[in-house]
């Protein structure tokens, strides 16, 4: 039966409060729940808190009763299939069901395999009406946790990789200078999208050339990413500001083991690890498994051209986000330094996600064709 017009209207709102988690909730998924009344009365709301803490259902549970509200016989609009298992908190099919709400109506399942149907199951079975929403609010719901979908289906990130460059396709001069190709209104856009990230990634080659903090500095935010450094002959330096972040986790890749290198990097708050591959670099699939293990859903790549080329090359990036600035430099540093084709039907396709004005400069969101059917 298709959803009635209150449903879609609380299904939306619970979206929207579901964004409220970004930058608040991983590793666990963004999260948003609406408890109410058929006649349209709004009991409480709640989105997904801090690891460890409440859960939406939750949230919105504590804040029904907390105006007085009785959830009985009320119904729940849940952006993520409630979870059925006990991990840093209870299940949330089980509170639903102790505070007696009549009907869930869900926007998408969850893929963890702990989870991934049973607290849809569980709420059947306490003769509570189960409802799943069609398929636009799956994607919307899908998609505000792209993250956590490829962590657990995948086993890997979703790799993002931002570049900032004028119309021409440079990001920089010829000399390296780049500040400032796109104007503040992008910068700030960027930082947002940040926050969006479980980490950022970055190369040597970048610190050691713009000794960037590679932090969120330009929106509000409640956790800063953590910072992973591509480094195979660990030459990040000690004294980079990249490690004046208060309170950030930061992870050093390496392929050549350098004890006195480890020591000093550790020394100031670094994990270093050593992925090799083959050739004595950093084995870039291993380090996304490695990340994913660590419970990193989305991963922001800005790096230089070196290491973008190897991330595209090695297919490992599902989501391009450039910032074209409506300028024109001529010779300069190029977004990734790829190798010359022989044909032009040799090249990457991509297919345009979002296209938008952030201030005078544009904004593109591109992805491989067929990226998120996984």
């Not at 903090?213 to 929106?219: A, G, I, Y």
Request: aromatic share 4%; glycine share 10%; net charge positive.
């Amino acid at each position: 039966m298709p959803l009635a017009a209150l449903d879609h209207a609380r299904l939306a709102e619970a979206l929207a409060l579901a964004e409220e988690a970004i930058g608040v909730s991983d590793p666990n998924p963004r999260v948003g729940c609406i408890v109410g009344m058929a006649d349209g009365r709004v009991l409480g709301r709640g989105a997904t808190q801090r690891a460890g803490g409440r859960h939406a259902e939750i949230v919105a549970l504590a804040a029904a009763r907390a105006a007085g509200h009785d959830p009985r016989g009320a119904t729940a609009w849940v952006t993520l299939e409630p979870c059925a298992h006990h991990g840093r908190t209870p299940p949330c099919c089980d509170a639903l069901i102790a505070a007696g709400i009549a009907r869930v109506v869900v926007a998408v399942g969850d893929p963890f395999a702990a989870v991934n149907g049973s607290g849809l199951a569980r709420l059947r079975a306490a003769g509570v009406e189960v409802e799943l929403a069609g398929a636009a609010f799956a994607s919307a719901a899908r998609e505000l946790n792209i993250g956590f979908f490829s962590r657990v289906l995948r086993g890997r990130p979703w790799v993002r990789m931002k570049i900032a460059a004028s119309l021409d396709g440079c990001t920089a001069l010829a000399d390296g200078r780049s500040q400032w190709i796109t104007a503040a209104p992008a910068r700030a856009d960027g930082h947002a999208w940040r926050r969006r990230a479980s980490a950022l990634l970055t190369g040597v080659g970048t610190v050691r050339e713009d000794d960037p903090r590679l932090d969120v500095r330009e929106v509000p935010t409640t956790l800063q990413p953590a910072l992973v450094v591509v480094d195979s002959r660990l030459q990040t330096p000690p004294a980079a500001r990249l490690f004046d972040v208060p309170e950030r986790a930061l992870w050093i890749y390496g392929a050549m083991p350098d004890a006195a290198r480890m020591a000093a990097l550790g020394a100031r708050g670094a994990q270093v690890r050593l992925l090799a591959d083959a050739r004595g670099k950093v084995d870039l699939a291993a380090l996304l498994a490695d990340l994913a293990a660590r419970g990193v859903n989305e991963l922001h790549v800005e790096a230089g051209a070196k290491l973008n080329a190897s991330l595209l090359a090695a297919g490992l990036v599902d989501e391009l986000l450039v910032y074209l600035a409506p300028k024109l430099i001529g010779p300069g540093r190029a977004m990734a330094a790829l190798p010359p084709l022989a044909a032009l039907d040799e090249a990457r396709p991509l297919r345009f996600v979002d296209v938008q004005r952030v201030g005078d400069d544009l904004r593109i969101v591109a992805r491989p064709p067929g990226r998120e059917a996984f």
